[in-house]
């Protein structure tokens, strides 16, 4: 409902480490939201920075844990594949930028050409 269209589940392994991920012992399958129901734990709305991370706690403690999203393309979140990480890169990058072409080489006696 609500354009969340996809599920993914994960199915933890039989005696599944909790200190390992499950998601990486076990399997993560898509599931169009309509083709069949599934009988879970725990279902996280939305795979953003808490959904996502949440989800696979879950799976980790061995609830069967279903996630979903309703945008394939961020899958795992807008955290980590439009918003936070992509901008902190660019925040790091400009930083440099700035410390080349700014003040803060040439007080150091570095000249950039």
Aim: glycine content about 10%; hydrophobic content about 30%; some cysteine.
């Amino acid at each position: 409902p609500n354009g969340y269209n996809n599920q993914y589940c994960a199915n933890p392994k039989p005696g599944a480490s909790s200190r390992s991920p499950t998601w990486v012992q076990g399997e993560a399958i898509s599931i169009h939201y309509a083709d069949q129901s599934i009988d879970a734990d725990v279902t996280m709305m939305g795979s953003g920075p808490g959904g996502y991370v949440t989800a696979m706690k879950a799976a980790q403690l061995g609830f069967k844990t279903v996630c979903t999203e309703k945008n394939d393309e961020t899958f795992r979140g807008t955290c980590l594949t439009v918003e936070c990480i992509p901008s902190k890169a660019l925040s790091n990058n400009s930083h440099y930028y700035h410390m080349t072409h700014g003040k803060d080489f040439a007080s150091r006696g570095i000249e950039m050409s």
